[in-house]
């Protein structure tokens, strides 16, 4: 991610924003947590923050269309991070780098096809597809990886490491249950359904596999942990088990345990209620700020640099948690999470706030990320404060970003347009 300068406040105004919370009126738990029925799953309607704020709908789409042909098409130098790479015996192939750090991350290839799927861009999400499985995917019974993605390549598609990366593969398989939902399946790589339903298998029940890999010998197991059924941060058996808050998606945990395969759905549906419960346990109960990584008790994970604060991963878990109510409206704790974190950064100043912070509020580095203004714009799907409409503007006032850093904070301004103007949907298989 961006270097920044570090800067720390002064204690004096940590301890001033926990005055303010405790001064301000805190909003009371609903005695029952409403029906599901009122979910987006349930309802099919999805609520539209834009057009709410007062935008017209050929703004909101105008700009979503600026946004993702300046990002998949634009300057190649400057603006854009999706790149045609040729073709082979499947098609074109395409990849989405992320420019900063010079490689193709399976994060990044699986978020430029959960928007392609979203904006039922079909060439590109195949072009993407074709690149992952061409160069990513790991299909030696032998290999550490076997049924999973390297998760960092050069653009040349050799890599940079054989390991994989969860979240990767979570999104890989969110993207292909949709894909089949939307466009129906094809042959081979592109029997959407066929390929999540064997991805997603393999997330859980991969048994462990020792062999080599351009770094050494590794051991990789399953992607999710059996006892306590959350995500991983790696497979990786080398070091200490633990995950991270960012990885846990349990909107996308329901519809596997509808769609996926038959008897694996009743974990998924335990998976859910385990990352909503892990949600209450690692955000800081006055900042709502959470860690990098965390153990699966939700506390930080101790002798990672600064893994144990809030930064980049982090800033992404508002963004599950308020999807998560968005769609499925079952835990009501994940209003006041937003409700906490939203609070929080109003105080550090709306336009001005930075992007890193210990977990009880002191910033440790200056920089306004755009990411980071997208996924608290999209906690607004979840809050109940009229602030909230502030974080909404904040997104729609933003530039599409260019330059050096434009991968991430691009990758997260497009979603957060979609999930923020009621385009990011589920697409149930037909």
């Given at each position: 991610m961006k270097h920044t300068r570090v800067t720390i406040p002064p204690l004096s105004i940590a301890l001033s924003f926990c005055l303010v919370l405790a001064a301000a009126p805190q909003q009371q738990p609903t005695a029952e947590a409403p029906s599901r029925a009122s979910g987006a799953f349930a309802t099919k309607q999805y609520r539209n923050l834009f057009l709410e704020a007062g935008h017209s709908q050929e703004e909101i789409s105008a700009k979503i269309d600026a946004a993702f042909q300046q990002l998949f098409h634009g300057d190649p130098a400057t603006q854009t991070v999706y790149y045609a790479a040729g073709r082979n015996a499947n098609g074109p192939l395409a990849y989405l780098t992320d420019v900063n750090n010079k490689d193709v991350r399976s994060e990044g290839m699986s978020y430029g096809m959960t928007i392609a799927v979203q904006l039922d861009k079909k060439a590109e999400f195949d072009a993407l597809w074709n690149w992952s499985k061409t160069f990513m995917y790991h299909d030696s019974p032998s290999h550490p990886s076997y049924g999973f993605f390297s998760w960092s390549m050069k653009t040349d598609g050799t890599p940079n490491s054989e390991s994989p990366a969860p979240d990767g593969e979570e999104y890989w398989t969110m993207a292909l249950y949709f894909a089949s939902g939307r466009w129906g399946d094809g042959s081979g790589i592109y029997n959407y359904r066929a390929e999540a339903g064997r991805l997603l298998d393999s997330m859980k029940n991969r048994g462990a596999i020792a062999g080599?890999?351009?770094?050494?010998?590794?051991?990789?197991?399953?992607?999710?942990?059996?006892?306590?059924?959350?995500?991983?941060?790696?497979?990786?058996?080398?070091?200490?088990?633990?995950?991270?808050?960012?990885?846990?998606?349990?909107?996308?945990y329901e519809l596997w345990a509808r769609w996926g395969p038959a008897a694996d759905r009743p974990f998924w549906t335990e998976a859910a209620a385990a990352s909503r419960d892990f949600f209450q346990k690692t955000t800081n109960p006055t900042t709502g700020l959470t860690p990098n990584y965390a153990n699966f008790d939700g506390t930080p994970v101790a002798g990672l640099g600064r893994n144990g604060n809030f930064a980049a991963d982090a800033w992404r878990t508002a963004a599950n948690w308020s999807v998560d109510w968005s769609?499925?409206?079952?835990?009501?704790?994940?209003?006041?999470l937003s409700d906490r974190i939203q609070a929080f950064f109003e105080y550090q100043g709306i336009d001005t706030y930075g992007d890193q912070f210990t977990l009880d509020g002191k910033q440790l580095a200056n920089s306004h990320s755009t990411a980071l203004v997208a996924t608290n714009a999209v906690a607004s799907l979840a809050a109940t404060a009229p602030r909230a409409a502030k974080f909404v503007d904040a997104l729609w006032n933003a530039s599409i970003p260019s330059g050096q850093y434009r991968y991430y904070d691009g990758m997260w301004y497009l979603m957060a347009l979609l999930h923020c103007s009621g385009q990011f949907r589920i697409w149930p298989p037909k």
């Open positions: 080599q890999t351009i770094h050494g010998p590794e051991t990789d197991g399953a992607e999710f942990n059996a006892e306590h059924k959350m995500v991983r941060f790696t497979p990786d058996n080398r070091r200490p088990d633990h995950t991270d808050p960012s990885y846990h998606l349990p909107a996308f769609w499925w409206a079952a835990d009501p704790r994940e209003r006041e």
